[in-house]
């Protein structure tokens, strides 16, 4: 049986975002189709449509927390705080490690808006060497966290 771990590495590594690989991990337990979970996350990768913003892993995880703990209908302000202490202890978690939650300096400013810098991420392999642990990293926080 495969961890949530190795499901987002795969689904990253078979060319899905950072923010995809991480929501979809854990569809099943969430009871979210699949298919409309990539779609609804897809603008989020590469620190937000390449923007190099937050890093989409934590982007990813946000959204997985926001679906488990979120605040619906109806409910009280009460459940947004917790929603937000949640996210606050991911993202220290990952700055904790990393430093930081800013895809940007997670590349040490590899441009990815440019031709230039997605060449240099592909020459580079930052791919493996960075962002697939940072996809591994929000999942295991968020198995914790959850």
Known sequence: MSTRSDIAEKKFLAGYNCAQSVLYSFCDDLGLDKDLALKLVCGFGAGMGRRQEVCGAIAGGIL?????????????????????????????????????CNCRALLNGCDLTTPEGQQYFKENDLLNKTCKGCVKMVVEILEDIL
């Open 64 to 100: 997985t927390l926001g679906l488990k703990y979120g605040r619906g209908e109806g409910q009280d302000r009460a459940v947004t705080e917790e929603t937000y202490r949640r996210v606050r202890e991911l993202m220290s978690r990952f700055e904790a490690k990393l430093g930081t």
